[in-house]
């Protein structure tokens, strides 16, 4: 699908929500929303996306949408998606229809994993993309297992005795992985056209697809509204957030900066999180963070088949 | 059951007498978590579905929270929708248990009674299902497994007609795993009374989205919060037409309770569930000796049927309520506040309380017989202590 295509389709997210300026989590959902003419049922995990969307009596979705708690997008879409094979068994349903659960991290990486875990398992014939933005950002800024190692958020807040989170973030892509389901991908919103073809290859394929996609939070991160897909391409550049997908459990790296690739350094300095990370005293936590960077850099090339 | 209908019935456990209800019913999809006792209800059901006797799915999840979240995934869908339960498991759904009465999704859920942790124990009592007594389900209890069976099949239509989810109750192990006589009824006749089931704004219908469970906050949430009371208020009546129905259909009697030796009774006792059986045999016993002692079981504990026990109560000179489960720092387990608050503008009875049974401690008719000779003396005595135990040492 190229860019004219892609301007005729109608969004299936309306503008007039409330969420941030510069939000990537909406930029995602649209795109992937945008990537199969099929009908869709979606879900939603509590979070930003589904508070700022459907405040009541207003709704941004033009799918059918549910929102049920924090931590069970994925088991609700299963037991749509379960009701759904059934009716169409029973012809009761003839369309072909699509099923995708949104999560940010904080409904992916942490309280929902079981959830979503469980559903993989299963093998239930939907999407789930995680919007990561590396925080509990709705409920203002706390540390989940996917924020960055020396983060300050609210509850690794940076002081005298620390430098911010003191944990590495989890490596979810890989913890879905291991469920060996037919798809898996790592996207980012400033790479549409990547992000559009793994959201086009998630609906097309048959059974669970999980696409985990970085969400720069402009509140949380702390830059320029007008700066978010800087920011997911900054992610990208300096491999702190490598674009790759796993099809039948064989890996693929789909970018490979090679010699341009970026220091950290230069997507750190950018955010307001990292901010404190420059202070003389913290310049072991940034050599760190580079090593973390290089070690799981050369992991993945080497699990791709890349020198 | 006389020789007559004793011939047509099955040697059948409580669970696996509700196993055929959801049969009958045949759900489109079952998402459930097997937990000690419910786990012979999902055998005897997954059963079923390997054996191609059932059109729906049974999803087995990963978690009792995934089950309640898949049941109202599902129910959202616009699918007909069941599961079962026991204890913590109950408790793991709790988050998921009051969406799913909010958004007024017809689950039927069977709750095997069973008591909550801690400690852990997997015998009777009803902790489990009492402690979501606000959630906005509706609830009833079943005595025996003939009741398990005909209540499972009721509660269906109720659910639906009522646009609210149900828990129907059967006493952990006692019920659940106790073999009895039961008749199940004609196949083709559920399915006539049962109907299809379309929900009204289904996910599904791609041609007309709906968004379901959006943020709702001060501005709204109490109107929406005040409509769901209105509406489980209301399924008493739809409770009666629909055991009209059954009675139609079936040739069986459901209500909201039942008498036993009741009306011409000055000593009665109130309880539910199994223990009912337990209080008949009493009953007849102490009957013989000429003594007026009766019962009123409950069977729809939710909505609460206050105005008829007031109607059916007042007038009774001394009443024991039999609750098997505490309400830690309340004044008297559930049944019995319920009951007190019902019967407040009436001059009598005397109520007295007493909790029973918990995590399984065996009631047998001695312990009830005493019940009755105590809160006899009641009637002229002072009393002194309104919330007893039975059957506890210390």
Redesign the interface.
């Known amino acids: 699908m190229n860019l004219k295509d892609l301007s005729i389709r109608e969004d299936r997210l309306a503008p007039g929500h409330r969420l941030c300026p510069g939000c990537a989590a909406s930029i995602i959902a649209r795109i992937v929303m945008l990537a199969t003419d099929k ?3 979606a ?1 939603c995990a509590t979070g930003c996306l ?2 700022s969307t ?4 207003y ?1 941004a ?9 924090f ?2 997008s994925a ?13 169409k ?2 012809g009761k ?1 003839q ?1 072909d ?1 699509k099923f995708v659960a949104f999560g940010g991290d904080g409904g992916t990486y942490d309280i929902g994993l ?2 979503l ?3 993989l ?2 093998g239930h014939d939907i999407v789930y993309i995680c919007y990561d933005n590396e925080a509990y950002m709705n409920t203002g800024v706390q540390r989940s297992s996917s924020t960055p190692y020396g983060t300050d958020t609210k509850t690794t807040p940076t002081g005298k005795a620390s430098f911010g989170k003191d944990q590495f973030k989890k490596d979810l892509t890989a913890v879905v992985a291991g469920h060996h389901i037919p798809y898996v991908a790592q996207a980012s919103p400033h790479n549409y056209n990547d992000l559009l073809r793994k959201a086009e290859k998630a609906f097309a394929t048959k059974g669970p697809a999980f696409i985990n996609v970085i969400s720069p939070c402009v509140p949380g991160w702390g830059y320029p509204s007008e700066k978010t897909l800087t920011m997911a391409k900054l992610a990208v550049e300096t491999c702190f957030w490598p674009l790759y997908h796993i099809e039948d459990d064989v890996w693929i790296l789909d970018y490979d900066p090679k010699d341009k690739k970026l220091p950290i350094t230069e997507w750190l300095k950018t955010q307001a999180r990292f901010r404190h990370l420059f202070k003389p005293e913290n310049a072991d936590v940034i050599k760190r963070i580079q090593e973390h960077v290089d070690k799981d850099w050369d992991k993945l090339k080497k699990q791709c088949g890349v020198k | 059951m006389n020789t007559q209908e004793l011939k047509k019935a099955q040697a059948l456990s409580g669970a696996e007498a509700v196993a055929h209800a959801m049969r009958q019913i045949d759900p489109d999809v079952v998402p459930a978590y097997p937990i000690t006792p419910q786990t012979d209800i999902m055998h005897a059901f997954a059963k079923f579905v390997s054996d191609g006797k059932v059109t729906g799915e049974l999803i087995c999840v990963e978690s009792e929270h995934s089950a309640m979240s898949a049941c109202v995934g599902a129910s959202g869908a616009g699918a007909r929708v069941m599961t079962a339960t026991s204890a913590n498991g109950l408790a793991l759904m709790w988050e998921i248990v009051y969406i799913a009465a909010s958004l007024r999704l017809p689950i039927v859920m069977s709750v095997v009674n069973r008591a909550l942790s801690g400690p852990i124990n997997i015998h009777c009592d009803h902790s489990d299902s009492m402690g979501c007594r606000d959630s906005g389900w509706m609830q009833m209890y079943a005595e025996n497994n003939q009741e398990a069976y005909e209540q499972t099949i009721f509660s269906m239509k109720f659910a639906e007609r009522a646009k609210i989810p149900i828990m129907t109750c059967m006493d952990g192990f006692i019920t659940s795993h106790a073999v009895e006589p039961v008749i199940l009824f004609d196949d083709a006749k559920v399915k006539a009374f049962i109907g299809d089931y379309r929900g009204d704004w289904p996910l599904l219908d791609v041609d007309k989205p709906v968004t379901m469970g959006p943020l709702d906050l001060f501005d709204y949430y109490f109107e929406h919060k005040r409509k769901q009371s209105e509406g489980i208020y209301l399924a008493k009546n739809i409770f009666n037409e629909v055991a009209e129905e059954f009675d139609r259909t079936f040739g069986t009697k459901i209500d909201v309770v039942e008498k036993y030796f009741f009306d011409d009774a000055d000593t009665v006792i109130v309880a539910m569930s199994s223990t009912c059986g337990t209080a008949k045999v009493t009953i007849d016993k102490m009957r013989k000796e000429g003594k007026k002692v009766g019962l009123l079981k409950i069977r729809l504990f939710r909505p609460f049927p206050s105005w008829e026990l007031r109607q059916i109560l007042k007038g009774k000179k001394i009443v024991a309520v039999l609750d098997r489960s505490e309400s830690f720092g309340a004044f008297g387990g559930p049944l019995f506040t319920e009951i007190r608050s019902a019967m407040y503008e009436e001059k009598g009875p005397k109520i007295v309380n007493y909790i029973f049974g918990l995590g399984g401690r065996e009631i047998d008719a001695g312990m009830i017989e005493r019940v009755f000779t105590e809160i006899d003396a009641y009637k002229t005595n002072e009393i002194k202590e309104y919330v007893k135990y039975l059957g506890v040492r210390g």
């Open positions: 009908p869709i049922v879900t589904e508070v459907t405040i009541y009596p709704t979705w033009k799918v059918p949408w549910m929102h049920n708690a931590e069970n088991a609700t879409l299963s037991g749509i998606e379960t009701a759904y094979q059934v009716m068994k029973k349903i369309k229809i079981q959830s875990s469980g559903t398992e299963r």
